[in-house]
């Protein structure tokens, strides 16, 4: 009886390390981690058009970042200036594979997205978008990817956050909008929260985009992703702290939501019908990845599509059991004056 109960004991003794034990353990668990997290392969997906003026200091930000494991697969869109000799001779400069380039569709800049997105040829675990002429801090993808490799690998993730406005000489002009409401369908149906800029996704989420089509037809890429990962049951996180230098020039196709000046612009479009359009072509997109959705996911999207078409009293209640809800208490003013007069 007595050997038994010693032969449990020293077996139970074996389990419990001791705290300078634990201490290394811990120290081990940590360095593995941070070892994978620097090995994990990147695909930066960047769209070009006409770049020239700014696309070397955005190739410089990408050779900067603390993350080294990526490579950068550029879509031209037939760009007529000298953006195809700078990244030539980037491909020069940087190591061998480090850049690819391919011809776009020219059909705009959400279906060049989307086909780069799709391309057969891209592989890796995780993929990032970007614009032409902004700049990235150096630890952006280091960021992301702290995030995004905690999340298991079969779940569509989704990294994203604001950005730090600069004019076209690099002089900052202050930040995008702060949101603190919860990432979700609900909120992703009625409005997009974050720039494809700051974008950093993985494999699952990427697939679910290669499901729905690089003909797919969108406003917006990254409104269409935070669609599909939210509306997947994915995850989404929204970093308040801005990694990207978001340039303003004339050339923009698309400017900051930031200001007074871009709410005025944005309720013009409510009024002008623009906000329908865009709604039929995120359901449209969405019925085709109905089977993507979570049941809950399902009820919210065919509440909204059914309420849009409905009476005054009955398109309030659809939007009501639907929960839709924006980021802030104006862009919610903003979804409520839409629903009263029909124009969602």
């Known amino acids: ?20 034990s634990a201490l290394s353990i811990q120290a081990g668990i940590s360095q593995a981690w941070a070892q994978a997290s620097s090995q994990a392969s990147v695909a930066i ?6 770049g020239e003026s700014y696309l070397a200091e955005q190739l410089d930000s990408f050779a900067q970042q603390t993350h080294k494991n990526w490579c950068l697969w ?7 200036d000298r953006s195809l000799e700078i990244l030539k001779a980037y491909s020069a400069r940087w190591d061998q594979d480090s850049l690819e380039v391919q011809s776009g569709p020219q059909r705009g800049f959400v279906a060049n997205f989307l086909s780069l997105t799709c391309s057969p040829e891209i592989d890796a675990e995780f993929f990032a978008w970007s614009d032409q002429d902004d700049i990235w801090q150096a630890n952006k993808l280091e960021v992301a990817l702290d995030w995004l490799q905690r999340i298991p690998a079969d779940v569509p993730a989704l990294y994203c956050g604001r950005t730090q406005i600069v004019r076209s000489d690099g002089h900052v002009l202050g930040m995008s909008p702060k949101f ?15 720039g494809g800029n700051t974008m950093v996704f993985n494999r699952a ?23 599909l990962v939210s509306g997947a049951g994915g995850k989404v996180c929204y970093d308040p702290q801005p990694l990207v ?14 200001g007074c000046i871009a709410r005025l612009r944005r309720m013009s479009l409510l009024f002008k019908g623009r906000f329908v359009e865009w709604n039929e072509l995120n359901i449209s997109a969405l019925e085709r990845m109905h089977h993507r959705l979570t049941p809950e996911n399902q009820r919210i999207l065919d509440l909204f599509k059914a309420a849009r078409g409905q009476w005054l009293p009955q398109r309030v209640l659809g939007i009501v059991r639907a929960r839709l809800y924006r980021q802030t208490f104006l862009d919610s003013l903003g979804l409520y004056l839409a629903t009263l007069l029909k124009k969602i």
Request: with cysteine.
């Open 245 to 258: 230098h978001y340039r303003q020039h004339d050339e923009n196709i698309i400017g900051s939501n930031a």
């Open 45 to 50: 997906l960047m769209c070009t058009y006409n």
């Open 205 to 227: 989420a990427r697939e679910l985009i290669r499901e729905a089509g690089a003909e797919v037809e969108v406003p917006s890429h990254d409104w269409w992703l935070y669609q």
């Open 1 to 20: 009886m007595e050997a038994s109960t010693d032969s449990r004991s020293h077996h139970q003794a074996r389990f419990v390390p001791d705290a300078a």
């Open 74 to 80: 550029v879509s031209d869109d037939n760009s007529h």
């Open 180 to 194: 603190g409401l919860p990432t979700s369908f609900a909120n992703a149906l009625v409005q997009s929260i974050a």
